[in-house]
């Protein structure tokens, strides 16, 4: 089983910054996958970005050239660092680890943008 708990949301002003951090613990040697969703109210979860093992990643168009996504050695934290923030990306913020074909979640923290 794999747990997931993100810290690093909160309030800023448009064109401000911000840092979310997922900490996994468990069976994180079984991660193939890890990354970022968010979910505006009103609006269906979407993906943000994702990294596979190997170290590519996946950015939706919205946030691309924005935010950056990494993760530590040990592969058992990632980062969304988030620049240039803008009203529009205000939303719950996941965070996701995919498990032998298996989604896991965070409870989700809260990014709110202000005009």
């Known amino acids: 089983q794999v747990h997931l708990v993100e810290s690093g949301g909160g309030l800023v002003q448009a064109g401000g910054s911000l840092r979310l951090s997922c900490a996994a613990s468990g069976s994180t040697a079984s991660i193939n996958v890890m990354g970022w969703y968010r979910q505006a109210p009103g609006k269906q979860r979407e993906l943000v970005a994702r990294?596979?093992?190997?170290?590519?990643?996946d950015y939706t168009d919205a946030v691309r050239g924005r935010f950056a996504l990494s993760r530590n050695n040990a592969r058992n934290r990632w980062y969304l660092q988030m620049h240039s923030l803008k009203p529009e990306d205000t939303a719950v913020y996941y965070c996701n680890a995919v498990t032998f074909g298996n989604n896991k979640w965070g409870q989700g923290t809260q990014v709110t943008v202000s005009a």
């Open positions: 990294m596979f093992n190997g170290g590519s990643i």
